[in-house]
Structures are given as structure tokens and as C-alpha cells.
């Protein structure tokens, strides 16, 4: 086979048609076409993305959450401006599209009815903005930070630093607790018992100091201390303060009851064991021995 003989060749494969979309002629030459200016598209979101977009929004301290946003929904609107201008590159007309398009959702629109519906719940995340990347979210029982919202799905890392694929719906039809929505402060309760025999001016000073003493406190609102009942063994007392930073919830807590037991112990306050007094009263007469002879 000579050299011109391959160049026929190869050029009969490329324009070989494959399908046709109306009255257009789709061949591996153009299904290439279509692929390279689509993938230049891609390459340029991602582009935008790291060198220019990111600097820009940085340089207006705008926050993270909408910088995200910002650049997700660019990033949207360049991938659509390259399918346009790459299928009207090989010449087929969109409105010949939308009419196979909508044909072909009467028959599949079932099966791609969960798709569907993750891709608005997307959207709505993006525009509406319930969460955003970098809230403390709670979804199932499942807590974490928002990572990534994608089209299909949501990236949340787990406290155990484990990532979490949660479905674009979830966020929309069941209840999310945000942490980190609107308003960043949060209220933490402390519950403790003291000693009955314990001076009670002396408690809720000492309960007072911790709270204050714990740099991450708020002193807005004031940190409260409660007298909550009177339990079996016990006084039952509840501190209740304020932190501005959700994701360190568990660590405060964990901090505020060390320091209640160091406040405790310089104060001579006791944290008594649960007691029950257990009193057995016999009301059947015992029999008495009776020896033999």
C-alpha cells in the first residue's frame, strides 16, 4: 500500500459517518472536533480558576464560601459557551438538538430522575447558599466540614477526617443542622453536681471564674450559672456559655470540665458519687429451733 493509498485510507475512517443529528453528517473527524474545542474550554475554566479568578476575589477579601460560589457558576457558564460553540463547529444546529433532547427525556426522564433532581438541589446550594464551603454541618448524624459542592453531590471531611459523598438532595429535602449559618455563635451547657454539704456562694462563684477564666468564651452573652434541681446525691448545677467558633465545640467542652475539676479541688468542693441507702425490714416471723430430746 503506497503512502498516498494510507492517506485515502485514513481520510475515508475520519469522514465516515457515524450518525446523523437532522440533516447534519456526524463523523470521527467532527466527533474529534467537537472533543478538542470542548477540552480547550475545560482547560480554560480550570485556568480561570487557579490564576485569575482566585487572585481577583482574594484581593476584594471577598469570603470563602462565595469566592467558591463565584467561581463554580463561571465555571458553569464557560463549560455551556464551549458546548455551543463547539457543536455549532461542526455545524449542527442547537434547536434540532433541543428537539432530540426532548424526545429522549420522555424516555429516560425516570431513570434520570434522581440525577435531576441533585443537579437543581446543586444549583439552589450555589444561588440560595444554606451552606456553604467551610460550614460545620450536620446531615444523618453525619458531622463535618463542606468541602466541595459539586453538581451531583456535596463533599463533607468528617471529624475523623473521612469524606462524606452526600447527594445535592439531601441538603434540600431532609433537616440540616448549619453550624455556621448566619449568626457563629453557639451555646454550650454544662451540667455538674456538687455535694449537698458544698457552699453554694462558693459553687457558682467557682463556675462563674472557669467560664471567665477560658479564653474562648464569649463575655457577650455573659456566661450563666444555674441552679437546675436537687438530685438524689447531689446538687445539680449547669454552666452555660457562649463560643463564636462552632468547630471547637468539643474541645471547649472538654477544656471547661477540666478546669472545673482543678476549681473544684483548690475550692474543697466535692463531686459526690450517686449514694442509695438500702434499709431491710423482715415483717414474716422466723421459726425458731426446736432441739430434740
Not at 460560589?69 to 463561571?74: D, K
Not at 451555646?187 to 474562648?216: C, W
Not at 438500702?278 to 429451733?289: A, D, G, K, N
Amino acid at each position: 500500500m503506497t503512502y498516498k493509498e494510507i492517506l485515502n485510507y485514513a481520510d475515508e475512517m475520519l469522514n465516515f459517518t457515524l450518525f446523523n443529528i437532522n440533516t447534519n453528517a456526524i463523523s470521527i473527524a467532527e466527533l474529534f472536533k467537537f472533543m478538542v474545542i470542548l477540552s480547550v474550554f475545560l482547560l480554560f475554566s480550570r485556568m480561570l480558576k487557579k490564576r485569575f479568578l482566585k487572585n481577583l476575589l482574594n484581593r476584594f477579601h471577598i469570603e470563602e464560601g462565595l469566592q467558591f460560589t463565584l467561581i463554580r457558576i463561571s465555571q458553569y457558564i464557560i463549560i455551556s459557551i464551549g458546548f455551543i460553540v463547539a457543536f455549532q463547529f461542526i455545524g449542527v444546529d442547537l434547536s434540532a438538538l433541543a428537539v432530540i433532547f426532548g424526545f429522549l427525556s420522555v424516555g429516560i426522564g425516570f431513570g434520570l430522575q434522581n440525577i435531576a433532581s441533585n443537579f437543581i438541589s446543586g444549583l439552589i446550594l450555589l444561588f440560595e447558599r444554606p451552606i456553604r464551603v467551610g460550614d460545620r454541618v450536620t446531615v444523618s448524624d453525619k458531622e463535618g466540614d463542606v468541602m466541595n459542592i459539586n453538581i451531583r453531590s456535596t463533599t463533607i471531611r468528617s471529624l475523623n477526617n473521612i469524606s462524606i459523598i452526600v447527594p445535592n438532595s439531601e441538603f434540600i429535602s431532609s433537616p440540616v443542622i448549619n453550624w455556621s449559618h448566619g449568626d457563629t455563635r453557639i451555646r454550650v451547657d454544662l451540667d455538674v453536681g456538687v455535694s449537698y454539704n458544698s457552699n453554694l456562694e462558693v459553687v457558682l462563684r467557682s463556675l462563674k471564674e472557669v467560664a471567665l477564666e477560658n479564653k474562648e468564651v464569649l463575655k457577650t452573652p455573659e456566661p450563666e450559672v444555674h441552679f437546675v434541681s436537687f438530685g438524689d446525691s447531689s446538687w445539680d448545677m449547669r454552666l452555660r456559655v457562649w463560643t463564636d467558633n462552632p468547630k471547637r465545640y468539643y474541645y471547649l467542652r472538654s477544656d471547661i470540665n477540666c478546669a472545673i475539676v482543678k476549681k473544684f479541688r483548690e475550692n474543697n468542693i466535692e463531686i459526690p458519687f450517686p449514694q442509695r441507702d438500702l434499709h431491710v425490714r423482715s415483717t414474716v416471723p422466723l421459726p425458731t429451733r426446736v432441739d430434740k430430746e
